[in-house]
């Protein structure tokens, strides 16, 4: 296999070779998925019977990091699940916007405040099952198993479990605010989330009208005509090779597809999509961001922001500076899209 420049001296031993044989404007053609029946229906019932539950959150605090005191909450997720999220308060001044902060597959080992503005609340939920926090609970804790827990139905496959959490984490992240001197009832939510948290903040977003635009970097779970198609070294592969032995759970994948649920979007979306991915293929994630961009062109209120690195789940030449100017542009972002009071 011949990769091509520059990725034969950036990656002279990968597998795989990461472009999938797109360049740019093969990757910018990509659309979303087709949408199955009872996409949209299905999301909003999840959604509508999530937002009636309290969240019953319940705080120790860890200590200072930076300018946030940070504490560790239990909070109420779907199915009655408790799980353990990071809540970082701003230590100083005024609360102007609050953020869900998901993570990729690796699960989460503390809070990052990379891509976080001055004023920000903020909650990093982790996915059930993932590490450090919830490892165990809720799901296998590896992503080849995790990424196929209970897709035997739609109605209990993990991805669409793990999306809703995020709408628990909202409501903790509300309910940890609420009563603190200068906090609005209806305070905007910004979403952030990478690789997995990308893929599944792009399916809760675009239900919930508490949060106000998002950032997703390389998402993943976006396009599965393009996604289980080729091989992968991420958590596709489980996906591709058990849907090889049982062609149904296609199906209930169709009905997670992240790229279907970004043509549901009301709000300004940043999307970070690589030029390279060994790990989630490039056409998967420009499939979410096709779906934004129809958002966009239906007038929903959706309005994408692209921004195209050049590899994504690896390190090469110029990656810090593109990781530097891609949380400032997140930062940006959220100023942007904050409401003026």
């Known amino acids: 296999m011949t990769l091509p420049a520059p990725y034969d001296a950036w990656f002279p031993d990968s597998p795989i070779d990461g472009t999938y044989g797109y360049d740019?404007?093969?990757?910018?053609?990509?659309?979303?998925?087709?949408e199955p029946d009872g996409f949209a229906d299905l999301w909003r019932s999840w959604h509508a019977a999530a937002r009636g539950v309290p969240a019953d959150v319940v705080a120790e605090p860890v200590g200072r990091q930076g300018a946030h005191?940070?504490?560790?909450?239990?909070?109420?997720?779907?199915?009655?699940l408790r799980l353990r999220a990071w809540l970082a308060l701003p230590a100083d001044g005024p609360v102007r916007v609050g953020i869900v902060h998901g993570h990729g597959y690796g699960g989460r080992e503390a809070p990052s405040f990379e891509r976080v503005p001055r004023g920000a609340a903020v909650i990093y939920p982790v996915a059930r099952g993932l590490v450090s926090l919830n490892a165990g609970v809720g799901a296998p804790a590896t992503s080849d198993a995790h990424v196929l827990a209970g897709i035997e139905d739609v109605e209990t496959y993990v991805l669409g479990r793990c999306a809703v959490d995020l709408w628990h984490a909202a409501t903790a992240l509300q309910e940890a605010l609420a009563g603190i001197d200068g906090v609005p009832a209806d305070l905007p939510l910004y979403y952030v989330g990478g690789s997995f948290g990308g893929g599944v903040g792009a399916l809760a977003v675009p239900w919930d009208d508490r949060f106000v635009g998002a950032t997703l970097e390389v998402p993943s779970f976006g396009q599965y005509d393009e996604r289980l198609a080729v091989p992968c070294t991420g958590s596709g592969e489980a996906q591709r090779r058990y849907v090889a032995e049982h062609p149904r759970a296609r199906a209930v994948l169709a009905l997670t597809?992240?790229?279907?649920?970004?043509?549901?979007?009301?709000?300004?979306?940043?999307?970070?999509?690589a030029l390279w991915d060994?790990?989630?293929?490039?056409?998967?994630?420009?499939?979410?961001?096709?779906?934004?961009?129809?958002?966009?062109?239906?007038?929903?209120?959706?309005?994408?922001?692209?921004?195209?690195?050049s590899a994504g789940h690896a390190e090469y030449p110029g990656h810090a500076r593109e990781m530097a100017a891609a949380f400032a542009a997140t930062r940006a972002h959220v100023e942007r899209v904050l409401p003026r009071r």
């Open 24 to 34: 740019r404007d093969g990757l910018l053609a990509v659309p979303p998925a087709a």
């Open 69 to 80: 005191d940070v504490s560790v909450v239990t909070f109420t997720a779907d199915g009655g």
């Open 257 to 273: 597809d992240a790229s279907v649920a970004a043509t549901y979007a009301r709000v300004p979306v940043r999307v970070e999509c």
């Open 278 to 309: 060994a790990h989630v293929p490039p056409p998967g994630q420009f499939g979410v961001a096709a779906g934004f961009a129809a958002a966009e062109r239906a007038g929903t209120g959706a309005e994408l922001e692209l921004a195209v690195l």
